[in-house]
């Protein structure tokens, strides 16, 4: 203790004894430290509170320092996975606008990430490196018996080619991984084994939940596969969506997923009906120059062009509109 506590104490308990009635003598010399002995003892524990209270804040600044350093770290990184990208996909960016979509639902380095419908490695070739080696990727395909129901003319030639890319994906996007990419592994939407729940801290649905509804009546996969979904993540996990936008006002046997598109309200009730807690939307990719309605399909649009021949007019004003509006939402499974 530092003597001007000591000297403060001593006069406070000179001024206790001369207020006493008890003669002088009942005051002995050794019940005067042990009163002195008290008072410092309580100065003793309010500088400690002080010096506590001190710390913890200290602490708390660190804290935010630290993951404000993180965060620099993650932008950094998820910056340098942008920029790894081939051109073609670059220019792309405006329209799909993949680093704000990844930031908005929280994808950090080390995850473990679900992708539906990964296909082509268009977000596998960002998010690999962006996970690095201590995250994971996990490829969630579609149901073998989709394909034939959702590709036009589709015969079972094609199928069995695209179910032969998929039996090798993971050693494709291992190779997309490279050493420092994240660990790769897949499995197809609603035949989650039972051991594999609460494994991810993220599932990611970009432009993959339509194809999905389009079979529901017949096979079950919309519901089948929100479910699933809900089992394979932690508690506290997240579910990005990033869905072709029908309009409200839109017929629902147009918006049912055949054209492309979804109405946002049809999402979120499928979501939370599955317990899960719409945290956030978002307007990154919202594109009001699609107005689409009964009678368009989203593939009339960039990059598939599908109703138009190149070098006419009418494929000129489609060009014009750019991609499809779409929805951005932020589910969270609770704690």
């Not at 993180?70 to 993949?98: C, G, I, K, T």
């Not at 089948?224 to 869905?243: D, F, H, M, N, S």
């Not at 309200?265 to 939370?272: A, H, L, P, R, T």
Request: proline share 5%.
């Amino acid at each position: 203790m530092k003597p001007r506590y000591l000297l403060a104490g001593a006069a406070g308990i000179a001024l206790l004894a001369a207020c006493q009635t008890p003669p002088a003598d009942d005051m002995t010399d050794e019940t005067v430290v042990e009163e002195t002995i008290e008072v410092e003892t309580v100065m003793d524990a309010e500088e400690d509170v002080e010096v506590e209270a001190a710390v913890e804040a200290e602490m708390a600044e660190a804290a935010e320092t630290v993951d404000d350093a993180m965060n620099v770290s993650d932008s950094v990184a998820l910056a340098a996975a942008l920029a790894m990208q081939p051109e073609e996909v670059q220019a792309r960016y405006d329209a799909r606008n993949p680093g704000a979509t990844l930031e908005f639902f929280g994808i950090e380095p080390g995850m473990t990430v679900v992708e539906a419908l990964p296909g082509r490695g268009w977000y596998s070739k960002i998010l690999l490196p962006y996970l690095g080696p201590e995250g994971k990727l996990i490829g969630a395909h579609y149901p073998d018996e989709m394909w034939i129901r959702i590709l036009p003319g589709a015969d079972e030639e094609r199928v069995a080619g695209i179910l032969a890319q998929l039996e090798g994906w993971v050693e494709t996007a291992e190779g997309w991984a490279g050493e420092k990419g994240a660990k790769v592994y897949d499995y197809k939407l609603t035949t989650l084994p039972e051991d594999k729940a609460e494994k991810a801290d993220a599932a990611l649905f970009i432009r993959a939940l339509h194809n999905l509804n389009r079979t529901e009546e017949e096979l079950g996969t919309y519901t089948a596969t929100i479910a699933e979904t809900y089992r394979i993540l932690k508690p506290g996990g997240v579910v990005g969506v990033v869905q072709h936008r029908a309009s409200e006002d839109t017929p629902d046997a147009w918006a049912d997923g055949n054209a492309g598109y979804l109405k946002t309200s049809f999402v979120v009730d499928s979501f939370e009906a599955a317990g899960f807690v719409l945290e956030e939307s978002s307007e990154i990719n919202s594109n009001p120059a699609d107005d689409a309605g009964e009678g368009d399909i989203v593939w009339r649009l960039a990059p598939s062009f599908a109703t138009t021949e190149e070098g006419t007019p009418e494929r000129e004003a489609i060009a014009k509109i750019g991609e499809s509006d779409r929805m951005t939402l932020r589910f969270r499974k609770p704690e």
